[in-house]
């Protein structure tokens, strides 16, 4: 029987809408949440599919903290094109990725997955 391994991270960072005429359209910052949900097929001896604090190292490398995204991504930073950004980034690392999902405020945000 399968497990879904569920991760949460907090992240702060800036950006501004390319393409938008509306009020969050220049620069502006968020606390940001990604949460990844990787399958796990089996558990370890320790009765774990995945240690929660290596995904969090990871997830320390890989997001964009403290940092303007829109210097750092060739993409408009949207919670939808980070959300599949950061899919493919995570599976690579982890093949068993089943989503991720990127909130741009705790009430809106994007997933992904495939």
Known sequence: MPYIVRV????QSAHFLTDYHGKPEPLHGHTWMIEVFIKADKLDK???????????KFLDEILPNYKCMNDIYDFSP?????????????????????????????????????
């Open 8 to 11: 949460r991270k907090e992240f």
């Open 46 to 56: 320790g009765g774990m599919g995945y240690d929660f604090v290596e995904i969090d």
């Open 78 to 114: 949207s919670a939808e094109n980070l959300a599949k950004y950061f899919y493919y980034k995570i599976k690579e690392k982890y093949p068993s990725l089943q989503k991720v999902v990127v909130w741009e405020t705790k009430y809106g945000g994007a997933e992904y997955y495939e």
